[in-house]
């Protein structure tokens, strides 16, 4: 390597080789300054300019492309309709009322939708996981010939979107009488590849030796699965969990296919409707504060587990 | 010992095989039996009656249905109305992909630097990802709105006037685009942001004390060390914006004019105004064949990045 234009200074370029221990001094000068800056560095004179250019200022306006428009639904969703229409708006509402949250009460019956999105994330999250957990430990302990080419057919359904299976499902669900039904909502979606795919991964980095004591005293599988393979992998339950739940409060696709009637609609669904009813100028307003109701218990959910839902959403990514 | 205990060793041995196999099997089938019949139930019995659906002239909820044997398909692959749906799933992938990729990246270069708060900025950047489709949609109703909306405003103030965001098809299509990046570029900065991580520091020093500037580093390090995850973001990016976006096209444009992609047509030809129940299995038993195809790609070459670290 060619030292002769960096920017180390004359007296401690030295051609290779002569001085070895000349080099770790120099690391370990470094490492003590950078160590006593830490995050301060990124204040020093040098890097001020740096910082602020390539880094606050971009950080800014992503921040601000991302969160404005969600600080825009809460506010609306706050505002009179002569707020909403006016030419002039404000970012923050001048005369805040709840009016429009009433509204959508009066509009649909969003409670009972509400109900109906946490018991169909429920159900449907722990029922999903459940299998989740019980099919990736016998994908990897129980030894049976052929359990390569069940996970491969796992694999396979992993990659079908619910738009392909939409039509057969539809007239499945409606020859067993489950249209515009709560289970007819959550049965199709049952079967989980995911969740099977991300724990057999984690159960199969496991140490073997674990289970041995356990087998030692005879314990069968459900033993050795409840006492030893689940508790263990809680954060990696977890993660499958909190993806589930992201992705069963959100669904839309099927349940807008299988419901008909507002009561047994799930939120995603319900504001639909309520958008379809709501189209004229001032009403913006309640279809924020719907927008809300089905945003905000996600962004809450998120921002005090988003560890565990970041790693599940990504997975795959990182070898 | 002699030949006859042998074999009745022999055979106590595999009787004893054979009844742990079947205890196996049973346990087996107790565990995933419940998973693996859903999945049948739910996902292949759908892919494969799907097949027979598509040779069927047949508007759902009718009772009599013609053979019409590979006319669907024929219909879909040269009809002007099916290869428009090519043309919009074309520009919205391409837009979707490209869009949300170089912004998460550029993101990401810049959550990769060295400063406080860059956690925060993370979390909120990645957010917009686990938000109901439907739900973000109406707000970005409410802001494309061409007279009241927060972007006809911003543009005013600049004296530009609003496109017709809903009335021309071409705007329509940009718009979800927007929307659709907007929701999915945390995921690529995130991903982009492990990637980064990942490539060595010193090699980074090595560089800048050779005096390569930041431009030129990212394009002869940064980059090529980073095209294992450039590959992996732009196949499982083409495939969440092929079958991802439905929430967001069916609330901001209910009638799938100019932003009918595939898998909106599929909807929209079944459960929409069309009713063709036979066409829209033809357009899914395509798009799973497109998916497989793609998927099949991406696991040949991420086996040899894998021989290759």
Known sequence: ?319 | MSSATQTELDQTRKRAHRRRLSKDWSLFLLFAGPNILLILAFIYYPLFSNMYYSTLDWRLGSSSATQIGLENYADFFTSDSGLEVWRVTGIFTAGAVLGSMVLGLLIALVLNKKIPGKTVARTAVFSPYVLSGVGVAMVWNFIFDPTRGGLAHILDFFGFDSPEWYLNEDWSLTMVIIVYVWKNLGYCAVVFLAGLQSIPKDLIEAATIDRAGPVRRFFSITLPLLTPTVFFLLVTNILFSMTNAFDILRTMTPTGHGTNTIIFEIYLQSFGAYQRAGYSAAIAVVLFFTLFFITAVQLRFVERKVHYS
């Not at chain 1, 234009?5 to 000068?29: N, Y």
């Not at chain 1, 969003?110 to 019980?134: D, E, H, P, Q």
């Not at chain 1, 129980?142 to 992993?158: D, E």
């Not at chain 1, 307003?285 to 218990?297: T, Y």
């Open chain 1, 1 to 319: 390597m060619s030292l002769t234009r960096s920017r180390i200074p004359e007296d401690e370029q030295k051609p290779r080789g002569i001085a070895p221990e000349q080099k770790p001094k120099l690391t370990k000068a470094e490492r003590k300054q950078r160590r006593r800056g830490g995050w301060l560095d990124a204040f020093s004179r040098e890097n001020l300019a740096d910082t602020i250019f390539t880094g606050y200022l971009p950080i800014f306006v992503a921040l601000i492309i991302i969160v404005l428009p969600l600080a825009w639904m809460v506010s609306s969703s706050f505002k009179p309709p002569s707020e909403i229409v006016t030419l002039n708006p404000t970012l923050l509402p001048q005369d805040p009322s709840a009016d429009n949250y009433q509204s959508v009460v009066d509009r649909v019956p969003l409670l009972t939708m509400f109900g109906n999105s946490i018991y169909v994330t429920l159900v449907g999250s722990v029922i999903k996981v459940f299998l989740a957990v019980t099919t990736a430990y016998a994908l990897v302990f129980i030894r049976v010939p052929g359990k390569n080419f069940i996970f491969l057919g796992i694999l396979v359904a992993l990659m079908v979107p619910p738009e392909v299976s939409m039509l057969p499902n539809y007239l499945t669900i409606t020859s067993l009488g489950g249209r515009d039904t709560l289970w007819g909502i959550i049965l199709p979606g049952l079967g989980t590849a995911f969740g099977t795919f991300l724990l057999r991964q984690h159960f199969m980095a496991l140490p073997k030796e674990m289970f041995e004591a356990a087998e030692l005293d005879g314990a069968g599988h459900i033993r050795k699965l409840f006492q030893i393979a689940a508790p263990v992998s809680i954060p990696a339950i977890a993660t499958v969990g909190l993806v589930t739940v992201v992705n069963e409060w959100n669904s839309f696709l099927w349940p807008l296919v299988i419901t008909g009637s507002a009561e047994k609609m799930t939120l995603p669904v319900g504001l639909n409707l309520l958008q379809s009813v709501e189209s004229q100028a001032g009403s913006y307003g309640i279809l924020m504060a719907g927008a809300v109701i089905v945003i905000v218990p996600m962004l809450v959910i998120f921002a005090a587990l988003q560890k565990y839902i970041v790693a599940g959403l990504t997975q795959g990514s990182v070898k």
